[in-house]
Structures are given as structure tokens and as C-alpha cells.
């Protein structure tokens, strides 16, 4: 069965340390995967997205990137965070047949003080 | 993707059954209705989708109107674990692109 993996669970960054989070999914092959992120008391809004190996498409010009150095792994970075980009960033996935659902991880908390 | 509507937040008794409404009026014939569902602290979870026939499986039910511009998610027996976020989606199936989510429905269950 297929499995997503996501860390940290909770990360405390400083204002202006870089940031590296990481996904991972098991158990598929070639999957469409995402990154979201829903501020407190708010909606899910959508980060980035990936096709396959190095292809980054970016749906808000934020003061993050992404990157898909492997087909199942998908990294959300930022060389200077903000006190904005605190939130609970989720990774997903989803085959590429028709239709299919998105299967997200556990999130990880990221407050940045 | 079409708008979906969907009130803020509803209330149910533990072990009845909840209707969840969304209203998709804008949708095209070859949309589909998604809807997942957000516990606290977790990520969204998939919870059933449909085109035009009602649509049956272990968490829930979908009634699709006859003309598709509404659907209603219908938990058949309420626990208390089922206490979340329910999001209702219209999506065209094709592309890579991911979905929208609304503010969804607040479900609260009362023990």
C-alpha cells in the first residue's frame, strides 16, 4: 500500500533561518505531488506542484521553493523565512489516473518566532 | 474548477445521522464531486467522490440532485470522531494541477 511520510511533525525556526522540509511517498510510481499550506484559522492554499523529477510548477510567488530531486521525494525550502511563513505545511500526492484523490501526510507545524 | 457553497458550520447529535450540503451551480458536465475531511491537527483526508449516480463506501454516502448543482454528504451514524472539517470540491478529473479547497463545513458532534 502506499504510504506518504512527512518531517518534522513540528519545527521552531528563527526569522531569517533557511527552512527544509521533506516528503516522501512509498509504494507508487511517478505521482503528482504538492505542497500546501493553510495559515491558522484559515483555508488550504496551494504552494507548488510536481509532474515528475525537477518539474516545479509554483501557484503563489511566495518566499518559498521546491524541489523534486527524486521521483517520490519532494523538498519545500526557503533560504530567509518570515514571520509569515508560519503555518502547517501539508505534502500530497495522487496518481496521475484520471480523477484520482489526493492523499495528504500528517503536516508539518512550523511557527517561525 | 466550479464554486461550491457550503455553510459555515452545523451541529449533530452523537449517532444520528448528518446531511452535509454543497451547492455547485456552476458545474460542467464532466466535474466531479470530491469531498474530504480535516480532523484537527491532521491533514485532509479523502472521503468519497461521485460523478452523477449516488455513490456508497465505508465512510460516508453522496447524494448527487438530479440536475448536479448540489450534493449532500451524508454521514449515516455520527461519532464523535467525526468531528472536523468536511470540504466539498468540484473538480474537472483532468490536469495535474491540485485541488482547491474551501473554508468547508465545520461538523460539530455533541456526545
Known amino acids: 500500500s502506499q504510504t506518504i511520510h512527512q518531517w518534522p511533525a513540528t519545527l521552531v525556526q528563527p526569522v531569517g533561518s533557511p527552512l527544509s522540509l521533506e516528503c516522501t511517498v512509498e509504494g507508487t510510481s511517478n505521482p503528482n505531488l504538492y505542497w500546501y499550506r493553510q495559515a491558522a484559522g484559515r483555508g488550504l492554499q496551494l504552494l507548488f506542484y510536481?509532474?515528475?523529477?525537477?518539474?516545479i510548477s509554483s501557484e503563489v510567488p511566495q518566499n518559498l521553493s521546491a524541489s523534486r530531486p527524486q521521483d517520490r521525494q519532494f523538498i519545500l525550502s526557503s533560504k530567509k523565512l518570515l514571520l509569515s511563513d508560519s503555518g502547517f505545511y501539508l505534502c500530497?500526492?495522487?496518481?496521475?489516473?484520471?480523477?484520482?484523490?489526493?492523499?495528504f501526510g500528517n503536516g508539518t507545524r512550523l511557527t517561525v518566532t | 474548477d466550479a464554486k461550491t457553497t457550503q455553510p459555515n458550520s452545523m451541529e449533530s447529535n452523537e449517532e444520528e445521522p448528518v446531511h452535509l450540503p454543497c451547492n455547485h451551480s456552476t458545474i460542467s458536465g464532466t466535474d466531479y464531486i470530491h469531498w474530504y475531511r480535516q480532523l484537527p491537527s491532521q491533514g485532509p483526508e479523502y472521503v468519497i467522490h461521485g460523478l452523477t449516480s449516488n455513490v456508497n463506501n465505508r465512510m460516508a454516502s453522496l447524494a448527487i440532485a438530479e440536475d448536479r448543482k448540489s450534493s449532500t454528504l451524508i454521514l449515516h451514524r455520527a461519532t464523535l470522531r467525526d468531528a472536523a472539517v468536511y470540504y466539498c470540491i468540484v473538480y474537472s478529473g483532468g490536469g495535474a494541477d491540485g485541488l482547491t479547497f474551501g473554508k468547508g463545513t465545520h461538523l460539530i458532534i455533541q456526545p
Open positions: 500530497a500526492w495522487r496518481t496521475t489516473a484520471y480523477n484520482s484523490p489526493l492523499h
Open positions: 510536481s509532474v515528475g523529477i525537477g518539474q
